[in-house]
């Protein structure tokens, strides 16, 4: 949960509050939209109107599930198109901000990151809109940061992994004939005295 501040609470209260959501795609050249219709500004970078912001998908935090979202960008110039289709996404990191600026001046009274995550494929889609016209639109997916606590990490407790890591350490060494031999404690000879 986050806890606001009082500016911002009161800025909230009196009406005088506009929410927006900033995306920041850290491609080769960054790419940063909001949602609203200005250019708005937060840490010293300009995040473009709703011009160029097409779809994302719902933002859906259920505990214990790491869901992905989609990103829809309305391909309207060809340059945009080529782009798309020659750009290395993958792996590039991606942030969804929620801000809320006050609406007059602006500025940014309280931020905090939605959603983070690493952009994965991007592809191009085609559709008809109800009056017949085609559109093309640029999809690319994304996966939520913390997936990778999920992944394996392709290690496993031997010497050789081990000496791969840090090699000369030879604390594994033993490991494996130490783990098959069977030790009976107290022995039967303490017994005899």
């Not at 609470?9 to 509050?17: D, E, F, K, M, Y």
């Not at 391909?75 to 801000?99: M, R, Y």
């Amino acid at each position: 949960m986050y806890t606001f501040s009082a500016p911002t609470l009161a800025a909230l209260a009196s009406g005088n509050a506009a929410i927006a959501q900033l995306i920041d795609m850290d491609l080769a050249i960054p790419w940063r939209v909001n949602t609203s219709l200005w250019d708005l500004v937060y840490l010293g970078e300009t995040y473009l109107g709703a011009g160029r912001v097409g779809r994302i998908d719902r933002i859906d935090n259920t505990p214990s599930e790491l869901k992905g979202i989609k990103f829809s960008i309305p391909a309207i110039d060809p340059a945009d198109i080529a782009e798309a289709l020659a750009a290395d996404v993958q792996g590039k990191s991606v942030k969804i901000i929620t801000a809320i600026y006050d609406k007059t001046t602006f500025a940014a009274l309280d931020a905090f990151v939605e959603w983070e995550g690493r952009l994965d494929v991007m592809n191009l889609s085609e559709g008809a809109l109800d009056d017949g016209r085609t559109f093309d639109a640029i999809e690319v997916t994304a996966e939520h940061i913390g997936i990778d606590l999920l992944r394996p990490c392709g290690l496993m407790f031997t010497n050789e992994d081990q000496q791969a890591l840090h090699p000369g350490d030879r604390s594994w060494e033993y490991v494996v004939d130490q783990s098959t031999r069977q030790i009976i404690f107290p022995t039967a000879e303490f017994f005899k005295r």
